[in-house]
T-cell receptor, first 111, second 114 residues
Framework: TQLLEQSPQFLSIQEGENLTVYCNSS?????LQWYRQEPGEGPVLLVT?????EVKKLKRLTFQFGDARKDSSLHITAAQPGDTGLYLC???????????FGTGTSLTVIP | GAGVSQSPSNKVTEKGKDVELRCDPI?????LYWYRQSLGQGLEFLIY????????KSGLPSDRFSAERTGGSVSTLTIQRTQQEDSAVYLC????????????FGPGTRLLVL
């Protein structure tokens, strides 16, 4: 099992604040994905990163894959209540065919 | 609907009983995954089907768990002699192929073992 640790586990912030969620592992991944999950629903893919050092932006969300492809971060600028949810990272091992999911970060944005 | 569907949405059973959970993937998707999620936690990989290849069963927690995928489409996850620790949300996902592509998740089946 390739363990992916996410931090923080819980985060509660005011609308308009910025935040960063981290996803760390001792393993190297061929690709890494970020998902958001809302209560009662399945996760929905936000982004896939495949190249070490890669940065992708999705509106107010910025995703970065570490140079060594062992870690990733998600930065949200000017958080809104609609950003509330469980954020999950998932890494695919080298030569693998399955994703290993992180422990999750539960974000609450207070209006 | 064009999404992944799962049934039942909720299941309450007694310890020791068998349960079957169903997943209908998106039409044409060759890859299908089953995951287990405890309350507010990350997803635990259970099993992966890809086309006609032998499934990757490396995530199944015990021999009480099994899964089938008939005709390359519908999949059933069976848990025999359920235990209280089996209580969780069971999520199914499908994708056009294996690898680093988008997985589309169903809403999950919430299983409670009393």
């Amino acid at each position: 099992t390739q363990l992916l640790e996410q931090s923080p586990q819980f985060l509660s912030i005011q609308e308009g604040e910025n935040l960063t969620v981290y996803c760390n592992s001792s393993s190297v991944f061929s690709s890494l994905q970020w998902y958001r999950q809302e209560p009662g629903e399945g996760p929905v893919l936000l982004v896939t990163v495949v190249t070490g050092g890669e940065v992708k932006k999705l509106k107010r969300l910025t995703f970065q894959f570490g140079d060594a492809r062992k870690d990733s971060s998600l930065h949200i600028t000017a958080a809104q209540p609609g950003d509330t949810g469980l954020y999950l990272c998932a890494g695919m091992g080298i030569g693998g065919n399955q994703f290993y999911f992180g422990t999750g970060t539960s974000l609450t944005v207070i209006p | 609907g064009a999404g992944v569907s799962q049934s039942p949405s909720n299941k309450v059973t007694e310890k020791g009983k068998d349960v079957e959970l169903r997943c209908d993937p998106i039409s044409g998707h060759t890859a299908l995954y089953w995951y287990r999620q405890s309350l507010g936690q990350g997803l635990e990989f259970l099993i992966y089907f890809q086309g006609n290849s032998a499934p990757d069963k490396s995530g199944l927690p015990s021999d009480r768990f099994s899964a089938e995928r008939t005709g390359g489409s519908v999949s059933t996850l069976t848990i025999q002699r359920t235990q209280q620790e089996d209580s969780a949300v069971y999520l199914c996902a499908s994708s056009m192929r294996g690898g680093a592509v988008t997985q589309y998740f169903g809403p999950g089946t919430r299983l409670l073992v009393l």
